[in-house]
């Protein structure tokens, strides 16, 4: 990878870092969609703002039917992979999602082999068990603070939403690289057309299945939507210049669990840290070794 790319995606991880913590002072003890749709309406905000400051905000404007279509579809995607993540880190521990959420490239690999029947070499496979081994290690360490992998309803959420998140990973590669886009353009509608399917997904709660916690404002939700923005910005920089692999940009990005999990844990007061730490170094030795094919 070149200097520019390296340090793009670098940046991005750290804002990533800072984000899921903002994030997770956002949605505690918080209403998951009203700070959804806050965070997500404040991060385009910023981002037109700045690119009417650039002079750039007209350039960004004009897109085809075709682009608009595929761009929603990205939307969605992420739209769904967020109300999952968000749900799951109100429930639990950051300390528990910010690990699992980095298993995404495992998933893209499980994808690829269930879906194009990819056999996976040697050292993937060993990247593989790595990972469940991570798995493995978290459940063990969830039962100390009552959390079962099997029953928990944050567990099946934050596995929902890195699903949807390493699909919507492969479906940038093809925006930027496969259909061309234009990434300021791509961002901007994209983050549009988000604001607009989380704003009538908050309009349907609230007439038909409310949300029972009370909404709280915090100084912390648009800075979840600004610090995004950047993150995002940096990365799909990152993601346009020809021939990087989205397996390791996907990589660096998520080394940023490393500054989330010891941030968060100290922060946030969470317990039984050595058994988490453990099964983190389980689960980022096999994201390591499912990128060295």
Request: proline share 3%.
């Amino acid at each position: 990878m070149s200097l520019s790319v390296t340090v793009a995606i670098l940046l991005s991880s750290l804002l990533l870092a800072f984000y899921d913590l903002a994030k997770k002072h956002s949605v505690r003890d918080n209403a998951v969609i009203s700070v959804l749709v806050l965070a997500t309406f404040s991060g385009f905000l910023f981002y037109a703002a700045a690119l009417a400051l650039a002079g750039r905000l007209v350039c960004v404007t004009a897109f085809t039917a075709r682009e608009g279509g595929l761009i929603l579809v990205k939307a969605g995607l992420v739209g769904c992979s967020w109300t999952f993540v968000y749900y799951a880190m109100r429930a639990l521990p950051i300390s528990v999602v910010a690990p699992l959420r980095a298993s995404a490239p495992f998933w893209t690999l499980v994808g690829a082999v269930a879906l194009f029947s990819e056999i996976p070499t040697f050292v993937q496979g060993m990247g593989m068990a790595c990972v469940l081994l991570g798995y493995l290690a978290f459940s063990l360490a969830g039962r100390t603070e009552g959390i079962s992998f099997l029953r928990h309803p944050g567990i099946r959420q934050v596995f929902l939403g890195t699903l949807l998140g390493a699909a919507s990973s492969l479906y940038d590669k093809y925006l930027l690289q496969g259909a061309g886009m234009n990434r300021e353009m791509m961002q901007f509608w994209f983050s549009l057309d988000l604001t607009v399917l989380l704003g009538l997904y908050w309009l349907g709660r609230r007439l038909f299945l409310p949300e029972r916690v009370t909404f709280r404002w915090r100084w912390t939700i648009p800075v979840v939507g600004v610090l995004l923005i950047c993150a995002d910005w940096c990365y799909f920089l990152a993601l346009s210049e020809p021939g990087v692999f989205i397996s390791r940009l996907s990589l660096i990005r998520r080394s940023a669990v490393v500054v989330t999990f010891l941030v968060g844990a100290a922060v946030f007061r969470e317990k039984n840290l050595l058994g988490k730490a453990l099964a983190l170094a389980a689960i980022l030795a096999g994201v390591v070794l499912l990128c060295l094919y």
